[in-house]
């Protein structure tokens, strides 16, 4: 079966500059996370998706960091405009719940920014 | 909001050799979950515990769910150069009413291995 999938693989903007990613999930999985994750630390949970709805983004900077999930499938994350702390690896997962009620989340490669 | 720890921060362990970390929690945790990251990818799960006491293996891995709930173990046995990555604990949010979801990551394990 496919991963997910993510891009761009790289991505290099200056501050202020907005910036784009993409994730394909995989193929009927139901939930969508995005992760922000900092050079030497764990990811961290941006945003939350159940279908084309959001479920959690408490921890998204909503004025700055936009995402939407508009058919249920696909998703993008938007920065705009970006600062020199948001560089980061930008990680897509993707997780379908069991009949026990338990899920796996699966993660994408990554997309790697750097804003100078 | 919970803190995990994790230590140690970085191995740099010969070829064949035992390796372990471990991780805490400030609060309980009603499932644990390893991954490994390698240079480039994202985690990949190996291994989830689900009761207080669970000892779980997976091949050369194996995990332990620990009894107070705040902390778990993970274990390489014979080390080879393939476990060179990042190790991380993670678990959900004890907020959410959800078991799963929302996850917490600790900062990571560094495992260099050396032939």
């Known amino acids: 079966e496919a991963g997910v999938a993510q891009s761009p693989r790289y991505k290099i903007i200056e501050k202020r500059q907005s910036v784009a990613f993409w994730c394909n999930p995989i193929?009927?999985?139901?939930?969508l996370y995005w992760y922000q994750q900092i050079l030497g630390q764990g990811p961290k949970l941006l945003i939350q998706?159940?279908?084309?709805?959001?479920?959690?983004d408490s921890q998204l900077p909503k004025d700055r960091f936009s995402a939407e999930r508009l058919k249920g499938v696909d998703s993008t994350l938007k920065i705009q405009p970006a600062k020199l702390e948001d560089s980061a690896v930008y990680l897509c997962?993707?997780?379908?719940?069991?009949?026990?009620?338990?899920?796996?989340?699966?993660f994408g490669p990554g997309t790697r920014l750097l804003v100078l | 909001g919970q803190q995990l720890n994790q230590s140690p921060q970085s191995m740099f362990i010969q070829e064949g050799e035992d390796v372990s970390m471990n991780c805490t929690s400030s609060?309980?945790?009603?499932?644990w979950l390893w991954y490994k990251q390698d240079p480039g990818e994202g985690p990949v799960l190996l291994i989830a515990?689900?009761?207080?006491?669970e000892l779980t293996s997976n091949g050369r891995l194996t995990a332990q769910f620990g009894i107070t709930r705040k902390d778990s173990f993970l274990n390489i046995s014979a080390s080879i150069p393939s476990d060179v990555g990042i190790y991380f604990c993670?678990?959900?949010?004890?907020?959410?009413?959800?078991?799963?979801?929302?996850?917490?990551f600790g900062a990571g394990t560094q495992v260099v291995v050396t032939p």
């Open positions: 993670a678990g959900p949010d004890a907020m959410t009413t959800d078991s799963w979801g929302k996850l917490q």
């Open positions: 997962a993707s997780s379908s719940r069991t009949s026990g009620g338990r899920e796996t989340q699966y």
């Open positions: 193929s009927g999985h139901a939930t």
């Open positions: 998706f159940q279908n084309n709805g959001v479920v959690d």
């Open positions: 609060s309980i945790f009603n499932t």
């Open positions: 515990l689900y009761k207080a006491g």
